[in-house]
């Protein structure tokens, strides 16, 4: 925020704590409360005037918000402001791909730009609070929800993540004026992603070193990039579910990570207790949740109907409610709402549609290409359940999402077919009407237009429903009579390029064996259609990279590029079921891991995107500034460097070598091939978005310090602590690469 941090400090202190000590007992609880949006129009006003509510949820518009924010405002004794929050996720008229396309752009100052053009939007509506970004770390695409997050990498999720929070939450100037930031709130901490079988909402197992590595950096992240709120999520983890889980809430977030943000609870994820098994009933739920200090019941009521008895019966400590309405009062001290309470009722400006198609453009990631594309002048006809769906492609969690402004891929090849592709032709049959859509009539009409043309563009995937929040799904094939559609189009003889629009990576492996190209599109927002436009048609070359590992098949799930080794690495290539000799002895075929079916390779790596032209990386050259000391026990070395001189410079060369000025993105990969420890057989640990045109080549470095080097260890006296492990070069392995690739020693 504007102001600067250590007068804000003293003042905000200052006012918090007069403002504190004239609030009674059920002014603190009221503000404790998000009102449930399902209360109804009298409720809620009642509520509000009897001091009862600190945040409105779901309530959009200017002239309402300030009309309850009025009787906050004036109606109330002490007259503090509410709050009013909502599920901005990607966007909010204008929608912005879905966070898993964003996190494929690998370009975190756009998704920056893209934030704080939401957060404008939203505020012209009233909106304060975001409930976003979700950096849940995702392994598993059947979990629905792997939409809403930045994919399976910490450091990727690290990275968007604060992004995100830096974009809504700055100030900026927009004709003259301040539009003041709009606080986020990072979810769902902490492990939501890890539930079971990619079943929404269960249980996870998660021990601490791997909490520590992979799901909790891009919280951590987040709130060092000055996150103004956390949400507890639904999930028990290791049996504790997170809204009464200490350990995270106290330990974790305040203790260590120093946070003052606001940790709010997750829909009911309080009086969920009851059904967790946890709590015999509501107002057990409630004394668990706040001696866990979970801040803010959003939905639940469990604190405006427990509390007051709980403290009276000296089970909860009025301290405690102290310090979680300390925190919701400097969440609204921070955004001025005791200031200027109130937004602008003027008529909302619209929103960055531009931004929205870079950033669909960027999402995009070409998996294959057989030269195909770009189209020049061919006939194309344009079919597939997705083509035209103004909906559909802004994929899941846009409850403000504005459907007329979507220009669709349809409507962006009608629109501009005689500029870019002067003698092109169009022909439009959808065949099927939506994803699952099983209608053979349909296919055959698509295959007779397909005659009469050079080129099938196929828009198929997912419709916007089947991802999600709780839209979990046991099989990741293309739904519906979609693929019976690939084979029956590519039966036709003429080249299919398959566009997909999926909020998880799909498993495709036969359709992109069939096809000429594939070019992944997740669910690219508003401008969906001109940016895939664009990119079929050469405007724009192709730069994103899949920011999740596509499996072949589910069986193969989890699959991620970060997993280990094993002692029994899948031989290469590994039996097959089919090649098994009948009757053999158990050992004769060997024992590693891999499945019957199936070696250990995915579809796509993650990382993974083609261009429209060739890059050649050149070899990476590690140089180790300094030498550290080394501690006796080898676990807690002393550091003769300071962290900000660089440990490690990684570097190479990057050559265009094809015909297209475009945009490369060169991944460092690390490995520890030995220590105290078992370490991934890589993990990112940077990135770079470089423009390089044809035939030039561009340096990148990468400097690296021991803690991006370290990770979680449970050290010998029994007390967990992030330690440097050190030990000489030889133990790691550097690599600048084009995706992610397992790092092996030299000699192997
Ligand atoms: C989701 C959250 C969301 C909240 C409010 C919950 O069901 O898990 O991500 O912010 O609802 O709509």
Redesign the pocket.
């Known amino acids: 925020m504007a102001v600067c941090a250590c007068s804000r400090k003293s003042e905000e202190d200052r006012f918090i704590d007069d403002l504190l000590s004239r609030m009674t007992l059920e002014e603190k609880i009221g503000q404790m409360n998000q009102l449930d949006p399902s209360w109804n129009a009298e409720e809620k006003e009642a509520l509000i005037r009897e001091g009862k509510v600190g945040s409105i949820?779901?309530i959009v518009g200017a002239k309402e918000v300030n009309r309850l924010q009025r009787m906050a405002v004036e109606e109330t004794r002490l007259g503090i402001p509410l709050v009013a929050a909502r599920?901005v996720?990607h966007g909010f008229k204008t929608i912005y791909p879905i966070p898993l396309g964003q996190g494929a752009t690998f370009n975190p100052e756009l998704i920056e730009q893209a934030a704080q053009a939401t957060a404008k939007e939203a505020y012209q509506y009233g909106i304060r609070w975001a409930?976003?970004p979700?950096v849940d770390v995702a392994h598993d695409p059947r979990w629905g929800?792997v939409a809403?997050g930045y994919g399976e990498d910490p450091y990727l999720t690290s990275v968007m993540g604060a992004a995100t929070v830096r974009g809504y939450q700055n100030d900026q100037m927009v004709n003259d004026q301040m539009v003041p930031g709009m606080a986020a709130?990072v979810?769902?901490f902490a492990g939501y992603s890890a539930s079971e079988g990619g079943r929404d909402y269960n249980t996870t197992w998660i021990p601490e070193t791997q909490l520590r590595d992979i799901y909790l950096p891009p919280f951590k992240a987040a709130v060092e990039a000055g996150a103004m709120s956390l949400?507890c999520?639904?999930n028990d983890l290791n049996g504790l579910p997170s809204s009464a889980n200490h350990h995270l809430n106290v330990d974790i977030f305040r203790d260590e990570w120093h946070s003052d943000a606001l940790l709010v609870s997750?829909?009911g994820?309080g009086s969920d207790l009851v059904p967790h098994g946890l709590c015999a009933d509501k107002k057990d739920a409630a004394l668990r949740c706040i001696n866990a200090r979970m801040e803010m019941d959003?939905?639940g009521n469990i604190y405006n109907d427990y509390l007051t008895e709980l403290v009276n019966e000296k089970k909860v400590n009025e301290q405690m409610i102290n310090a979680c309405v300390r925190s919701i009062l400097r969440l609204k001290y921070r955004l001025g709402l005791f200031d200027n309470p109130y937004v602008p009722e003027d008529t909302p400006a619209p929103g960055d549609a531009e931004l929205a198609l870079r950033v669909a453009e960027e999402s995009a990631v070409l998996l294959k290409n057989n030269g195909i594309l770009p189209l020049n002048d061919q006939i194309v006809l344009i079919t597939g359940p997705l083509a035209h769906q103004k909906k559909e492609q802004l994929g899941t969690w846009v409850f403000d999402g504005d459907t007329s402004l979507s220009i669709t891929p349809l409507m962006a090849f009608e629109q501009m077919v005689n500029g870019i592709c002067p003698n092109g032709k169009l022909i439009y049959e959808p065949g099927l009407t939506f994803s699952r859509d099983k209608n053979p009539v349909g296919i055959a009409k698509a295959v007779a237009a397909a005659k009469k043309a050079d080129v099938i563009l196929y828009f198929c995937g997912e419709e916007a429903i089947l991802s999600g929040?709780a839209r979990c799904r046991a099989n990741l094939d293309l739904p519906g009579a979609q693929i019976e559609m690939m084979d029956a189009l590519v039966a036709t003889g003429k080249p299919v390029v398959m566009i997909v629009m999926a909020g998880r990576p799909l498993t495709i492996g036969r359709q992109v064996d069939q096809a000429a190209a594939v070019l992944y599109a997740f669910h690219g927002g508003t401008m969906a259609g001109p940016a895939l436009y664009n990119i079929l048609t050469g405007k724009v070359v192709p730069s994103g990279k899949t920011p999740i590992t596509f499996p072949k098949m589910v069986g193969q799930i989890p699959l991620y590029y970060n997993r280990h080794n094993t002692g029994r690495p899948s031989y290469d290539p590994p039996m097959l079921i089919d090649s098994i000799p009948i009757g053999c002895p158990q050992f004769s075929i060997g024992q590693s891991s891999y499945w019957l079916e199936t070696p250990t390779e995915p579809l796509f790596p993650f990382g993974f995107g083609l261009s429209y032209t060739t890059f050649e990386y050149g070899e990476t050259k590690v140089c180790q500034s300094e030498r550290r000391s080394v501690s006796e026990n080898g676990l807690s070395a002393e550091r003769s460097v300071s962290p900000k001189d660089g440990l490690y410079t990684v570097s190479c060369t990057i050559k265009n070598t094809g015909s297209y000025d475009a945009y490369e993105t060169p991944q460092l990969y690390v490995r520890q091939l030995s220590g105290d420890l078992v370490r991934p057989l890589c993990e990112l640990k940077g990135f770079q978005k470089i423009f390089i045109p044809a035939g030039e080549t561009r340096d990148v470095t990468f400097t690296l310090t021991d803690d991006d080097l370290g990770y979680w260890h449970e050290s010998h006296d029994g007390l967990s602590s992030r330690v440097w492990f050190a030990t000489d070069d030889a133990d790691f392995r550097f690599a600048i690469l084009p995706y992610s690739q397992p790092l092996v020693p030299k000699d192997k």
Request: negative net charge.
């Open positions: 949820f779901n599920d996720i409930f976003s979700m929800r809403e709130c979810k769902h949400m999520s639904f997750d829909w994820s959003m939905q929040e």
